[in-house]
């Protein structure tokens, strides 16, 4: 199936703890991205990643590391995770044709809720 | 990006035509107006997306007005697998900030039996 696979779908640990959250997508599509989704249900973009090229880093603390191996991939790893990092993270990928309006129509993951006890 | 106003909430008899309106009064002429849903516990899924003219899909129709400061997205007979909060987007497109796409609260449809 072609899609954006992310995993795992539900990590539970310990602050303190180093976690990683991984994401793949078979589109061929260019630019991928992370989301964050909060307990009261806002979503917004944390990174985006173009050909494995930094695009757009959102104010995320240096806590968060994304890693892009190549351009099928988006890792995203978190150190010393706190409390308030509980979340369900979305990776996200799109085509990146120029200025084309589909540049901003993304398919997005099935998330992966974090727990920080 | 402009501001959008979607209603909180709506509910809609299964079968029946859904209407989901989105106030952008502040829209600019280069602002695409994007639709996305979320189905409990799953990811935003996209929609469609329209510049000044109508569109139709597989999924849904987007009718934007004339003076391009709302629109109606429309799910012709929805099913009870529609039930999702609806997102109304509106987007420019500048180089380094694609795919940046500013979440709302959305309207949460709910298609009744």
């Known amino acids: 199936d072609t899609a954006v696979s992310q995993t795992p779908k539900y990590l539970v640990t310990q602050m303190g703890n180093d976690k990683s959250i991984k994401c793949e997508q078979n589109?061929?599509?260019?630019?991928m991205y992370w989301y964050k989704q909060d307990s009261k249900k806002f979503l917004k973009i944390m990174f985006s990643?173009?050909?494995?090229?930094?695009?757009i880093n959102e104010t995320v603390p240096n806590r968060f590391s994304p890693k892009s191996p190549d351009k099928a991939h988006l890792n995203l790893h978190i150190n010393s995770l706190e409390l308030g990092d509980s979340a369900v993270y979305f990776c996200?990928?799109?085509?990146?044709?120029?200025?084309?309006?589909?540049?901003?129509?993304?398919?997005f993951g099935a998330g992966s809720r974090l727990t920080v006890l | 990006d402009a501001k959008t106003t979607q209603p909180p909430s709506m509910d809609c008899a299964e079968g029946r035509a859904a209407n989901l309106p989105c106030n952008h009064s502040?829209?600019?002429?280069?602002?695409?107006v994007y639709w996305y849903r979320q189905i409990h516990s799953q990811g935003p899924q996209y929609i469609i997306h329209?510049?000044?003219n109508n569109e139709t899909n597989e999924m849904a129709s987007l009718i934007i007005t004339e003076d391009r400061k709302s629109s109606t997205l429309i799910l012709p007979h929805a099913t009870l697998r529609d039930t999702a909060v609806y997102y109304c987007?509106?987007?420019?497109?500048?180089?380094?900030?694609?795919?940046?796409?500013?979440f709302g609260k959305g309207t949460k449809l709910s298609v009744k039996p």
């Open positions: 329209g510049l000044k």
């Open positions: 996200a990928s799109s085509q990146h044709p120029g200025q084309s309006s589909g540049a901003n129509v993304l398919t």
């Open positions: 987007i509106v987007r420019v497109l500048l180089r380094g900030s694609q795919g940046n796409l500013i």
């Open positions: 589109l061929g599509h260019d630019t």
């Open positions: 502040t829209i600019s002429g280069n602002e695409y």
């Open positions: 990643y173009n050909n494995k090229e930094l695009i």
